[in-house]
């Protein structure tokens, strides 16, 4: 009777086990998957679907290891974590906008961030993206390279002031805003028929003249200065370390300042093309020259980007420009993930100046569309001189009179003067010696001045570590880079 029982309790357990593996189907990717709503600094994907039980099953990822659960439906969802994201499996209406709410535990205390998710399988794409889909090239109002076919435009998350554009054949356009259209020629091709006379045809670069020199930390990044063979800084005046050092080997030269080029010494060097900075428009004689002698420029106007990693983004230019496009991407995904740490952070409300004197006694301060405000914001204070500036203007500095400063910044919680530009301030003296009505600022008399140092225009690769300093600054925690306290 017990054996009977027993082989009875078997088979239903076994039916049971069987019905059970029936009701999980595999799991297929869906066909398509959107977010919206949070900071827009933490992404989140939708790796995988299945069947379980008569429902949609969904795998949530958010590219942050700080969300422990997420609500849908009245139900909390518990995470898991694989390196930096967090991973939640849900249930899901398919092609229906749903509604899901994150807590992330990166500030002091939890917070709740709420997220519209759609999955769809099935669902027609959106109209912009079945036009990016069907288009055989990308669309603009330059004129097009005929005779090559385009495959691919390279993705870009901050960048604003260039595209890099794949065709067939290994050709590579560049095309900056507002500025140069590079064509990369591969090994042994020649310059294709009808070629737009807006585009410059090279084949990539082996002895560059490197005079943006916020660029220099960017190449250093791809392992690319042996492509460098000649700078407008001397040794001593470069704070990224390898283009130092390199110059001491004498494996780069100086080749005179942006303005004053030693072009005898370019010419016998075999230079290939003059990287300079938006400063050449000052001089366009050294530009005109420069093409004279066979040396193609271009300009770097990183500068112009609104957002901070919109400039780290252009090593991605450089790196196609020297073959190194899988380095470039690689750094690029470790500075993004960085910063992402302040995603979701509630804004502290602490207003923050970020100025420099000038020789004739104005005071010079970023242009709220700046990419320095936008670091501020990301690491968690409120930009003090939006209301001095203007929001139209094209220019990331604009001069404004003490008066105007005074009115602006004088409550302001924070000032951050930059020297990069300026003569450093080693002490209040300094700073009272440029106006005496700084004693009456409330950051002075809070102790809250900081000084940004020489090398911060140089290290373009490291404004994540900047952003890093201005939260520790405002926290009051954590140890600096960038930032000097003035005593």
Sequence with gaps: MFKRFLALAVAIALFCLGALAESV?????????????????????????????GRTMARIVFSSPNYPTLQSEGVAYAAT????????????????DMEVVGTTTAMSQPHDVTYTIRVSVGEAAPAAEAAQAEAPAPVTDKAPVEGLEWLRRMPLTYAEGFSVDEYAGGYTLIDIVDGDRILLLPDGADVPDNLPADVLAIHRPKNIYLAATSAMALFARLDALGCVGASSLEAEDWS??????????????FAGKYSEPDYELLIQLGCDLAVESTMIFHTPKVKEMLESLGIPVIVDRSSYEPHPLGRTEWI????????????????FAEKEALI?????????????????????GSVVVRNSTDYVPRMIEIAGGRYALSDIVDPDSSRSSVSTTMEQFYAAAVDADYLIYNTSIASPLNSLADLYALSPLFADFKAVKEGNVWCAGKNLYQETDDVGELIADIHNMIAGEGEMRFLTRVE
């Design 25 to 53: 189907s595999a799991e297929t990717v869906p066909d398509g998957f959107s977010f919206s709503g949070g900071s827009g600094r933490v992404t989140i994907s939708c790796p995988a679907i299945w069947e379980s039980e």
């Design 340 to 360: 992402s740490q302040y995603a979701d952070y509630p804004n502290s409300e602490k207003t923050v100046a970020f100025f420099y004197m000038s020789s004739d």
């Design 81 to 96: 974590h694989e390196g930096k994201t967090s991973i939640f499996e849900i249930p899901v209406t398919l092609n229906q």
């Design 316 to 331: 991605k230019l450089y790196g196609a420009l020297v073959g190194r496009e899988e380095a470039a991407e690689a750094f």
């Design 240 to 253: 990224v370390e390898a283009a130092r050092a390199a110059m001491e080997a004498g494996e780069m030269a």
